[in-house]
Nanobody, 119 residues
Framework: QVQLVESGGGLVQAGGSLRLSCAAS????????MGWYRQAPGKQRELVAT???????NYADSVKGRFTISRDSAKNTVYLQMNSLKPEDTALYYC?????????????WGQGTQVTVSS
């Protein structure tokens, strides 16, 4: 079994910054891609950013230039540095990871951490 635990969410004023962390634990052999997604009230869950095991990154157009995803593979942890936050960034942010346990990969989600940006 694998658990993803997010932290770092909170309330911030527009223009401010937050750093999210997500630590994976459990019967992990290796983690492939990791990423962050978000879901605002009344909207579908959307991709924010992903990072492969090799360090290649991908960002949603809405966060390019403001958010930076990184990972510490030794700690099985992924981070999301969010700068120049806007009210439209308000959402529940979820961590996602493709984790190899035993002989196959399984996709896991965290419980989410709330980010609220006030105007």
């Amino acid at each position: 079994q694998v658990q993803l635990v997010e932290s770092g969410g909170g309330l911030v004023q527009a223009g401010g910054s937050l750093r999210l962390s997500c630590a994976a634990s459990g019967s992990i052999i290796i983690i492939n891609a990791m990423g962050w997604y978000r879901q605002a009230p009344g909207k579908q869950r959307e991709l924010v950013a992903t990072i492969t095991s090799g360090g290649s990154t991908n960002y949603a157009d809405s966060v390019k230039g403001r958010f930076t995803i990184s990972r510490d593979s030794a700690k099985n942890t992924v981070y999301l540095q969010m700068n120049s936050l806007k009210p439209e960034d308000t959402a529940l942010y979820y961590c996602n990871a493709d984790v190899k346990t035993k002989s196959w990969y399984t996709n896991y989600w965290g419980q989410g951490t709330q980010v609220t940006v006030s105007s």
